[in-house]
Structure formats: structure tokens, C-alpha cells
């Protein structure tokens, strides 16, 4: 289970990716499903006004996600291409110093948060109805915050350094521990979005701890030993880290401007009961990111390390692994969410007008994970090659640029159905871009090759 080193310079490309694939989707579904069943316990337990003031809060707690996406892909891109090159220490000193950095900005920001929680979460468009719940929510997030950098920067590195069924124990069991608090200090505390949070920072302690662990004592390349001059070059990795890994932010960034956006227009054009049926696509969203970000996490060391031995074949049979898993893993999510639509919309709510909304739109909002998986493999692809600046144009495309119009313009064209059709018809637009930016480079490429012989 640990340790287990993995063979990226001359491995079987399918065995390798499968190897990462399998025990990283796990874990991430992991994640994934104790957030649903946060979801579905503040739905029972407290109603659809829990919900929309736990969606209130979700935006602050993804910008958190996205900073240790940001190290933690920024740092194990450097450590891949420096283990390529056998700069072991080198590749040691980048993700400790990533650590200690990236660590510090997310601590700045939870403080500030939980400085003021009723007015950030006013900021963030929470009403009176909703402003207590939405507050007591935010300022009990605060240690599950701050575990975020080790618990999703230190399972990309863990991976890397060949312990990714390690990595899936550090996700599942925090996920199994919080859907056992949630129940409890839910229904018997009735603690509400206390609670919640509550269980959501004591998992995620236990998580980072049994990474922090892993890190002391079992790691390959990465162990937590004194290193001398620590500082030397931290502005230049840290600079580098945040280059490569800025795109992955930015996704995290753009899901902030996606729960945003939708909660503002549902609030506008429905009401409460709109934001609180908008809720169950922002607790779909997860899981669809799940699979996104396993295959973002396979690739990425297997591309990167094959990047820093300039392997272009073995980077081109690992995208086709990573696009032919999108696309299947797309396919399957859209059929559940057309099929499932009643069961998934009523394990949440009830039969009120927030049932009757939800599953009027969850089959127009269906498609979207064929198209958003695809998209983020794309961006994993860019981040892994270097190429910072494709993978943050993508994920601006997508999760802004044309994001924000289709939540404008939609409704206006075709009613409330546009509100569940814009993130689907912003996903599209985005890959016919990507793949079109994709087909560019690679005939370029090729122009290039035949003029040098």
C-alpha cells in the first residue's frame, strides 16, 4: 500500500494510468459522496433553507480547494520533471516549500473569513432568512480550511511518489468518519449547519493528519527531514508552482463564479426555493469533478515525467487514455443524471416547489458532464506539459467568459430552462475551442518537424 514505486520512463502507459485511475476515482468519490450526504442530511434535517444557505457558503470553501490545487499540481509538476532529471533533492525542496507557502495564504484568508462570517456571506447574497445558518456554517469551517493543502496537495504528491492506494485511505476514511458525524450531530445534537460544518473539520483533521503522517514517515522522495537553506529559491519554485498550477485555481475560481452566478439569477428569477433546487446541481458537481480530477491526477505524472525526458510519444498515448476515460466517464454520469432525475432530486427535498424544480432541470443540465470532464483532462494535459498559458485560457473560457452570458442571455432567450442550460452550453463552447486549439498546435508541430529534416 505504500510506497510502491511506479515505473513512469518505460511502464506500460494503460497499466500505469490504470494503476493511478482506479484508487484515485475512489477517493475522490469518496470526498464526493460525503458531501452528498452532507447535502441530503442538511436537506432532511433541516429543510431547503439548510441547503441554500450551505450552497451560500460552498463558493469560500471551493476558493480554499482551489488554492491547494494550485500548489499541489504546481509542485508535483516541478517534482515530476525534477525526478525525471534525478534531482531528488530538488524535487524534495519544491514540495516543502510549496507546502509552507501555500499553507500560509490559506490560513491568511480562513481568518479573514471566519473574521466576519455574517458579512461575507451577506456579500455572498445570503438573506436574513438564511444569514444566521449561512454564518454559523462559515465560521465552523475554519479547521477544515486550513487541512485543505495537505489533504488534496499531499495526495497529488503521494501519488507521484507511488502510494496512490495510500492516497485513497487518506480520502476514504475522513469521508466514512464525516457521514457518521454528520448523522449525529445533525439529527441527535441538532447542532443544524453547525453540525455540519462541524463534521466536515473534525474528518478533514483526521485526513490531514494521516497525510502528514505519511510525509514524516513513510514518503519515497518527499519525507519531512530538515533540509538546509529551506528558503534558498522559495520565491522561484513558489513562482513556478503557482504558474503551472494557477489554471487549477482558476477552475476552483470559476466554480466559485458558477455557484454565484446561478444562485444570484435563480434568486432573482425563482426565489429562495430556486437556489435551494440549484443546490442539488452544485452537490452533482463533485462528483463530476471527481472523475475529472482522477484523470487530471493520472495523467499529470505520467505526462510530466515523460515532459522532463522529452518521451512525446508516451505523452500522446496518455492524453488517449486520459480523453478516452473523459469521455466515457461523461457518457455514464449524463445517462444517470437524465435516468435518475426523481430519486436524485427527492433525497434532498420533498415534494414541494423545490422537487418539482429540481427535477424539471436536471435532465437539461444532464449533458454537462460529458462535456466538463473532457475539458478538465484537456486542462490537466496543458498544466502537465508546461503550458500554464492554454490551461488558464480554457478554464477562463469556460468558467467565465462564457459562463456569465449564458446565465445572462439564456433565461432571457428561452426562459428558466436556459438557467440549467447555461453551464452545459458554456462547457461545450469551451471544448470546441479546446480541442480546436489542440488540432492547431499539433498540425504546427508536424509543419515544424517536416521543415526541419
Not at 405 to 427: D, H, Q, R, T, Y
Request: charged share 10%; with cysteine; proline share 4%.
Amino acid at each position: 500500500m505504500i510506497g510502491a514505486e511506479l515505473d513512469y520512463r518505460n511502464g506500460n502507459i494503460g497499466k500505469l494510468f490504470r494503476s493511478l485511475f482506479f484508487p484515485t476515482l475512489i477517493g475522490m468519490l469518496s470526498n464526493s459522496v460525503f458531501l452528498i450526504t452532507d447535502g441530503i442530511f442538511v436537506g432532511q434535517g433541516i429543510g431547503p433553507s439548510g441547503l441554500a444557505a450551505v450552497n451560500m457558503v460552498a463558493p469560500m470553501f471551493i476558493l480554499i480547494c482551489g488554492i491547494a490545487l494550485m500548489f499541489g499540481i504546481g509542485s508535483s509538476v516541478g517534482a515530476s520533471i525534477c525526478l525525471a532529471g534525478k534531482q531528488l533533492l530538488s524535487a524534495k525542496k519544491i514540495v516543502i516549500q510549496c507546502f509552507i507557502c501555500g499553507e500560509l495564504l490559506i490560513l491568511l484568508l480562513a481568518i479573514i473569513f471566519i473574521g466576519s462570517p455574517k458579512g461575507v456571506v451577506g456579500i455572498l447574497g445570503a438573506d436574513d432568512s438564511i444569514m444566521d445558518m449561512s454564518s454559523a456554517y462559515l465560521f465552523w469551517l475554519f479547521p477544515a480550511m486550513i487541512c485543505m493543502l495537505p489533504q488534496i496537495g499531499g495526495m497529488m504528491v503521494m501519488r507521484l511518489d507511488g502510494s496512490p492506494r495510500y492516497a485513497m485511505f487518506c480520502q476514504l476514511i475522513p469521508a466514512i468518519l464525516n457521514i457518521a458525524l454528520d448523522y449525529y450531530l445533525i439529527f441527535h445534537l441538532k447542532l443544524a449547519t453547525t453540525g455540519a460544518a462541524l463534521a466536515t473539520s473534525l474528518s478533514g483533521i483526521v485526513g490531514a493528519i494521516m497525510v502528514i503522517f505519511y510525509f514524516c514517515k513513510w514518503s519515497l522522495y518527499f519525507r519531512f527531514t530538515k533540509i538546509a537553506d529551506i528558503s534558498e529559491g522559495i520565491l522561484t519554485n513558489t513562482r513556478y508552482a503557482v504558474k503551472i498550477g494557477f489554471s487549477a485555481f482558476f477552475t476552483e475560481a470559476t466554480t466559485c463564479v458558477m455557484m454565484l452566478t446561478g444562485n444570484h439569477m435563480f434568486m432573482r428569477l425563482i426565489g429562495i426555493e430556486g437556489v435551494s433546487a440549484y443546490s442539488i446541481v452544485c452537490y452533482l458537481f463533485p462528483v463530476f469533478f471527481s472523475f475529472a480530477n482522477a484523470i487530471i491526477q493520472s495523467e499529470q505524472p505520467i505526462i510530466s515525467f515523460n515532459h522532463g525526458n522529452q518521451a512525446y510519444v508516451r505523452i500522446a498515448a496518455t492524453l488517449k487514455q486520459a480523453i478516452g476515460t473523459a469521455f466515457l466517464s461523461g457518457i455514464g454520469l449524463s445517462l444517470c443524471c437524465l435516468l435518475l432525475n426523481r430519486p436524485i432530486s427527492g433525497i434532498f427535498l420533498g415534494n414541494g416547489m423545490e422537487y418539482g424544480l429540481a427535477v424539471a432541470g436536471i435532465p437539461l443540465f444532464a449533458i454537462c458532464p460529458l462535456f466538463f470532464i473532457s475539458n478538465m483532462a484537456m486542462i490537466g494535459y496543458y498544466q502537465s506539459i508546461e503550458k500554464a498559458g492554454i490551461a488558464s485560457f480554457i478554464s477562463l473560457l469556460r468558467g467565465f467568459v462564457v459562463l456569465v452570458p449564458s446565465f445572462m442571455i439564456l433565461p432571457s432567450l428561452i426562459g428558466i430552462a436556459g438557467l440549467w442550460l447555461a453551464i452545459p452550453v458554456s462547457e461545450l463552447i469551451t471544448l470546441t475551442a479546446a480541442g480546436g486549439i489542440y488540432l492547431f498546435r499539433h498540425r504546427v508541430s508536424r509543419l515544424e518537424k517536416s521543415l526541419t529534416r
